[in-house]
């Protein structure tokens, strides 16, 4: 059997077990929650149709946000690692704060991330719901977002707007860190570049400035990728290929 995967930075979570659950858990993560959550994890919100092993909501008392999988832990267990990893090099995320796998009971094996619920919209419903005059800041912050990522040595193989939130206060957040690696290729960069810039051109004329983001990018980061002067080229390449391949096989582009 593989190893499961651990965080490699100083934020390490610490492992709790009961006869059903074994628990991943963000060091800061209080006793009394800690055990709470190893006996029981928490209710997924109430009037919601479909398989309850396999979803993402909030809780039912409105606190967290969970994703639950059937199954082993290792893709929640590499999620939440890069949660840590994240947080230390000081990535705007929700807080990863626990992985519960239940082995026995109801719908059982089946494994719940756990992280902060924010109140916030996807990116591109941002978007929309702002005049041209108020996206510059989410343009501008969402390019230093990124820069910092990959300065970081990161990618987001799913880089795209659904992926990102934003807040009631207008910050951004990184989501779905299954898709976070750790990688400084110019190349992998680059593709992470050119997936957000797909969902630009699905946004359309809904962003005024649809190449502010990539301008911020360039001026805040210090890797490779952001050091090309080709790079809004090469970008813009990738982003087309990607809207003819979501087109070919009838997927929608976001």
Request: hydrophobic content about 40%; some cysteine.
């Amino acid at each position: 059997m593989w190893p499961l995967p651990q965080p490699s930075g100083e934020l390490q979570w610490f492992e709790r077990r009961s006869d059903d659950i074994r628990a991943w858990l963000h060091p800061r993560v209080g006793p009394e929650l800690s055990s709470a959550w190893v006996q029981q994890a928490p209710e997924l919100e109430p009037s919601r149709p479909g398989d309850r092993s396999r979803e993402s909501c909030r809780s039912a008392d409105g606190r967290w946000f969970l994703k639950r999988r059937p199954g082993g832990p290792r893709r929640m267990l590499a999620a939440l690692a890069r949660g840590l990893e994240l947080e230390e090099a000081g990535l705007p995320i929700p807080v990863h704060l626990a992985v519960l796998h239940t082995r026995s009971g109801p719908g059982a094996p089946h494994t719940t991330l756990i992280t902060e619920a924010l109140e916030a919209l996807d990116l591109d419903e941002a978007l929309r719901a702002r005049p041209p005059a108020e996206q510059a800041p989410l343009l501008d912050a969402l390019g230093e977002l990124v820069a910092t990522l990959h300065d970081a040595g990161y990618r987001q193989r799913d880089l795209k707007a659904p992926n990102i939130l934003v807040t009631d206060a207008g910050a951004l957040a990184l989501v779905d860190l299954e898709g976070v690696r750790r990688s400084r290729s110019p190349f992998q960069h680059e593709k992470d570049l050119g997936r957000l810039a797909a969902s630009f051109l699905a946004l359309g004329d809904a962003v005024a400035e649809p190449q502010r983001w990539l301008a911020s990018y360039q001026a805040h980061g210090e890797c490779a990728t952001a050091r090309n002067r080709h790079l809004a080229k090469r970008v813009r390449r990738l982003a087309e290929r990607k809207q003819t391949q979501n087109a070919r096989r009838g997927r929608p582009l976001r």
